[in-house]
């Protein structure tokens, strides 16, 4: 019998928050209160001043493998995850081979079965991401494969995502849509505006993203399908989803850490640490976005953690690939933007419902993650300390890669521990394996 | 000021002073023995990207007039085009000890990611659409030596005529030709004008007849004709029919205003043949200028430290 | 020195400049950037005036010789103007005050550009002293001791020493 005992925390969950330490025997918990003691041999965690909570989950991170593991792998990924606070990862499916069979989602499964985060898998939409033909839905669904997407690129071809959306019903998956228009887009290298004007750089404009934002909401409505917009940028894609729920229909959306805290005024030194797709859009399209997620429109913080290696980082900035990691600064970075300063735009309760049990939900994931912290669930949490100060460094982040654009960055807030299934991950800020 | 990557970096004066100091290296280079020994000693590379002999060896000529010496990398290989070992390569170059490296690249913002990773003095000698300064500074020399007197610029009226979304050397003109206090027109069709001017000091006119009478100096840009596979304007001819500076066109100018180009010129269409030899284009000084006003800039990074100003009481 | 004594000093050099080389014949003044420049023209008359020969006279402006580039502010003030090849001419320098010598030797450095010169001479109005160099004037309008902090300044109204401030 192991036992974990989570010693003067507060509990924060879907249900409220309360002043209670957790005890947590073989992998679930066992109780939860202000009274309650450790068992002997319990190893004890501190948590006085810190939140428990459960879990983070992200609905959007590239593990690279198979293909690209010298950028990542499911396991140093999953360090990083764990450090970051998540106990569960959805895997995105643009590895090389592209996770578009049973056969990859099978791989891709076994490489995270024993990491430090539980590794769910996405697949693709179509068949190699080529936007020409459907991807084996089913067969992938029947191996517990939930999220479908074509992410790093979205399906051009509406009479195709339409398809996919009604063949998808049956199936009690999501789609999710990486919303770009390849021929607006094309060459681009940031938001166009006043910045890639300046900067002389050819730019995508945020008609690039809400023509398919508009697209699949319509194509939702007729077919009655199950939506999520990944990644959402700008100011009109807010508003569209925000009338479309309205409407009652079943869409769901996420942002980006770095959408809610950076604007295309960054790239003026052509770094490619913050080149990114979407790309980071203007003042107004950063408040809209974090007006969403205040107001719920956005449903989750997701990281898209697109790890790349140095090499690949330093190429010109049109040349290099666009994306961040994240995994390490999304909870920190996410607080210190949304909760703390002159006028917080959110409650740290709402934070945590939009990295844990509102993604749990989307992702398929409640019966293991997201909470309630109670007796009887499988015990995947995290101790968050709010007001810990520190600096992003990022030679000291696990994560293979180095691309962040937070480097040297004051952040407020840090993961103390991380519990994944009842086995302490991270204790004190310090991963275990 | 250590390294040139934008006109923004030398700001109203250190323009002037430039311009004042070229005064200097144009003596300097109608003498016999055209050099100084003012750099001897230092080590000047020359790191192109992007193919263009004539400014690069401009750069050379400049930096052996300065007694420094040069090196010469032209890596226009495709291996290297693709961005493999941008860093390596610069760092190899740096590893041999220089005080300066000239960069000309095709994707904007190298200058300023190399300036990140090694330590000498860099020139932005070219960097995609976004600035070209040096091309910059010896317009507005020429601007200067054709008007005569020191500040010619107050007032002056400059049209910048063609594809100025994409070009670098429209960008640092804006920036150079403003800062002098000149005011600037650009006058383009709304395709090859760039996406926003939010906060750039000029004018815009898709119109170029209208524009004529009233300016004092006119800048014409190359048209690239890859460019109409973009569908930014639909063929060269009517291209040239609507933007070129025909003969006619330039017949309706001030008799004392200046005609210019930065090279190399497309006769017939930006530019007609019998345009580029009228006595008021300042084309070929414009060339001839390139060298002096390099050396200048090279004097002034690696040369001249910042004068202190120094007071003297009587006793 | 009084403006006087400066008038006279310059008479005094420009009949020793024509007493050492017998004659006017073949003699080109230059004046060094930028204090030596007027001096120059102020020989030049004073040879005019005295002997009725016209001299010619050009300036020099030693920026780019100079052996402490990079260490200390030298952008050149003005423009040289040597438009003639010096080959088989004396050269008389003209500057106001002779310090170091280091200014000299770049100017011998920049004259070696422009020809050969038979012979180069040096006239200065005020030597202060601290020589780092083998060179010394050749006319000299007087010599003064001085501090090495001190500043000498030298114009048709006379010579003032004074104490440098640095803004």
Known sequence: ?433 | MTSLLAVEDLGARGIREVLRLTDSFVEVSERAIPRVPALRGRTVATVFFEDSTRTRLSFETAAKRLSADTMTFSVSTSSVNKGESLRDTVETVAAMGIDAMIVRHRSAGVPWQVSRWIDASIINAGDGWHEHPTQALLDCYTVRQALGGDDPFPGLRVAIVGDIKHSRVARSNVAAFSALGASVTLVAPPTLLPPSLEGWPVEVSHDLDAVLAETDVIYLLRIQAERINEALFPSLREYASRYGMTRERAARLCPSALIMHPGPMNRGVEIAAEVTSLPNSLITRQVTNGVAVRMAVLFRLLGAAEASEALVAHV | MTAEDVSRATTRIAHEVAERNHGLDDLVLVGLQTGGVPLARRVADALETAYGQSVPVGSLDVAFYRDDIGLRPVLPEAVTNIPWDLTGLTVVLVDDVFFTGRTVRAALNALADHGRARAVQLAVMVDRGHRELPIRPDFVGKNLPTRRDEMVDVSESGVMLGDVVVK
């Not at chain 1, 995105?92 to 990859?104: E, F, G, H, K, Q």
């Not at chain 1, 009655?224 to 769901?252: D, I």
């Not at chain 1, 959306?253 to 005024?265: D, V, Y």
């Not at chain 1, 109670?374 to 180095?402: H, I, K, Q, Y």
């Open chain 1, 1 to 433: 019998m192991s036992e974990l005992f989570l010693a003067g925390g507060t509990v924060l969950d879907a249900t409220g928050s309360r002043r209670a330490h957790v005890r947590v025997v073989d992998g679930l918990v066992a109780e939860t209160g202000e009274g309650i003691e450790a068992g002997s041999g319990a190893r004890i965690l501190d948590a006085s001043g810190s939140i428990v909570c459960p879990g983070l989950v992200d609905l959007h991170t590239h593990l690279r493998q198979p293909g690209n593991e010298e950028a990542e792998t499911v396991e140093s990924g999953s360090r990083a995850g764990a450090l970051g606070g998540y106990t569960a990862l959805v895997a995105m499916p643009n590895t090389d081979p592209p996770i578009d069979s049973a056969a990859v989602v099978r791989q891709v499964l076994e490489l995270g079965r024993f990491s430090l985060c539980e590794v769910a898998v996405a697949g693709t939409i179509t068949v190699g991401r080529g936007g020409e033909r459907l991807a084996p839905l089913g067969e992938m669904a029947d191996l517990g494969v939930r999220i479908f997407t074509d992410d790093g690129a979205g399906v051009q071809d509406g009479r195709l995502m339409r398809r996919a959306l009604e063949y998808a019903l049956p199936l009690g998956v999501v789609l999710a849509q990486h919303c770009e228009d390849a021929a607006l887009a094309a060459g681009s290298v940031m938001n166009e505006g006043e910045w890639s004007s300046r900067l002389g750089l050819p730019g995508q404009p945020a008609e690039a993203e809400e023509l398919m934002v508009m697209r699949d909401i319509a194509l939702a409505r007729m077919t009655g399908g199950r939506l999520h917009f990944l990644h959402l940028s700008t100011t009109a894609s807010v508003a569209m989803v925000r009338a479309a729920k309205a409407q009652g229909l079943a869409v769901t959306a996420e942002a980006t850490p770095h959408h809610l805290a950076l604007t295309e005024s960054s790239l003026s030194g052509y770094d490619p640490n913050f080149k990114v797709n979407p790309p980071l859009r203007t003042e107004r399209d950063r408040a809209a976005v974090r007006r969403g997620l205040a107001d719920g429109v956005i449903d989750a913080i997701a990281t898209d953690h697109a790890p790349h290696t140095q090499e690949a980082k330093e190429m010109p900035l049109d040349q290099a690939p666009p994306g961040m990691v994240g995994l390490e600064t999304a909870l920190a970075v996410a607080h210190t933007e949304l909760c703390c300063g002159e006028g917080p735009v959110m409650a740290v309760a709402d934070l945590m419902a939009a990295l844990t049990w509102r993604p749990a939900a989307i992702a398929g994931l409640r019966a293991r993650h997201g909470g309630p912290v109670e007796a009887g669930r499988v015990a995947n949490l995290c101790v968050f300390d709010t007001t810990a100060r520190w600096r992003v460094d990022p030679e000291l982040m696990a994560t293979r890669s180095r691309n962040t654009p937070f480097g040297g960055r004051e952040l407020i807030g840090r993961i103390r521990h991380t519990i994944r299934a009842g086995e302490a991950v991270v204790i004190d800020g310090q991963a275990q394996r």
